[in-house]
Nanobody
């Protein structure tokens, strides 16, 4: 059974930075695309960023492009999200997810494995 565990969330002032981590156990995800989604209160879960299995391709939502950076370490079975220039509207629970050969990697329904989420709160 695959488990994804996120960490690194917290409270930060606007303009600050956080680095989220997601470590997988139970199965190697080295051949899986891995992504980050987020969900703010009262809103639907939304795509943030994705990285291909070998790290060769990354995609970002327009709202985070240029501020966030996704990376992975297949030896550690982990992915990361470096978040810079944080804004209050980035406040949400952030989830990591993994999928094998997605057709549409911005669509949450395609993802097979999910973490429990980590809260990110950005104060103004």
């Amino acid at each position: 059974q695959v488990q994804l565990v996120e960490s690194g969330g917290g409270l930060v002032q606007a303009g600050g930075s956080l680095r989220l981590s997601c470590v997988a156990s139970g199965h190697s995800l080295s051949k899986y695309a891995m992504a980050w989604f987020r969900q703010a209160p009262g809103k639907e879960r939304e795509f943030v960023a994705v990285i291909s299995w070998n790290g060769g391709v990354t995609e970002y939502s327009d709202s985070v492009k240029g501020r966030f950076s996704i990376s992975r370490d297949n030896v550690k079975n982990a992915e990361y999200l470096q978040m810079n220039s944080l804004k209050p509207e980035d406040t949400a629970v952030y989830y990591c997810a993994a999928v094998f050969r997605p057709n549409n990697w911005s669509h949450s329904g395609e993802y097979e494995y999910w973490g429990q989420g980590t809260q990110v709160t950005v104060s103004s």
